[in-house]
């Protein structure tokens, strides 16, 4: 299995990859209206898209958006339903990781969904707040230094 991670600001390939699995994991999946899902055009052009592909295959995504200096806010992690359990997700948060760095980016913030909150902590991240819901879904607010 062979995993390449690509990323770009704003629109173009990667952006209409990342979509392509948004799409399937959220709306389809999920049942997260596409509204919700794609929020407002300002965030899709100004967020950093992020796709891991493997063997040349979309497999999983995730954007950050830079709303504050030094601090980037992880959305959208989705990992197509055949590839989930192969670390994928870790990898992609790994890459986003090494990525802020070069970016002067000094902590790390995201909503996880509930189901997933066990997995943001074995990577390091941590809760705070109380839970949310979010599109239906119920969520916790995470964070982490980099």
């Known amino acids: 299995m062979t995993i390449e991670i690509k990323h770009q600001v704003g629109l173009g390939k990667v952006h209409d990859d990342a979509l392509k ?34 063997d040349g295959t979309l497999a999983a995504t995730a954007r950050a958006l830079e709303e504050e200096p030094g601090v ?26 090494n990525t802020a760095t070069n970016y002067d980016i000094h902590t790390l913030y995201l909503g996880a969904q509930i ?15 109380d839970e949310f819901l979010d599109a239906g879904i119920w969520h916790v607010h995470m964070k982490k230094s980099c």
């Not at 989930?84 to 870790?90: D, E, T, V």
């Not at 189901?115 to 707040?129: D, I, N, P, T, W």
């Open 115 to 129: 189901q997933a909150k066990g997995f943001y902590e074995r990577l390091g991240f941590s809760a705070y707040g």
């Open 21 to 54: 699995i948004r799409k399937a994991v959220f709306v389809a999946e999920q049942g997260v209206s596409l509204v919700d899902e794609i929020d407002t055009p300002s965030n899709e052009e100004s967020a950093r898209h992020f796709v891991a592909y493997v």
């Open 72 to 97: 980037w806010h992880i959305q959208r992690v989705a990992t197509l339903y055949p590839l989930r359990g192969k670390g994928l997700g870790a990898n992609l948060i790994a890459f986003i990781e």
